[in-house]
């Protein structure tokens, strides 16, 4: 059985929700569909498992998916650990969306990890970024 993990955003945004539907393309009957938030914690972020799956099905309806928050500093470790906890054979992410200048002072000031890349380094199975 294929365990598809969607990482996403809370509250959901469009590209969270861009990223669940090609969690449910990629997912057939009897695979397992896992939507994932991490709450950061040094941003003080507190949600809950039953709002996030009410968000998910308020927008898309039931999709038969498995609902699971986890709180943690560091969001690439975190999805990492979920995914190996999880024995997840893909995982599927949005693309990180920041606006040149601060996407050039966060490189430079080394404030925003690249998540593709580490992930890509880290993760042990196929990973797919959702544009």
Partial sequence: ???????????????????IQRGRELTEDGESLIVLHISLL????????????AAVEDE????GAHYIVRQGYVLEEAIIDEAARQNADRVLVGKTKRGRFRRW????????????????????TRLEVVA
Avoid: C, F, H, K
């Fill in 42 to 53: 040094q941003n003080g972020e507190r949600a809950t498992r039953s709002e996030l799956q």
């Fill in 1 to 19: 059985m294929t365990t598809t993990l969607v990482s996403v955003r809370y509250p959901l945004t469009a590209d969270s929700y861009r990223t």
């Fill in 105 to 124: 002072v966060g490189q430079l000031l080394g404030l925003y990890p690249d998540l593709e890349a580490a992930l890509t380094e880290n993760l042990g």
């Fill in 60 to 63: 898309l309806g039931e999709i």
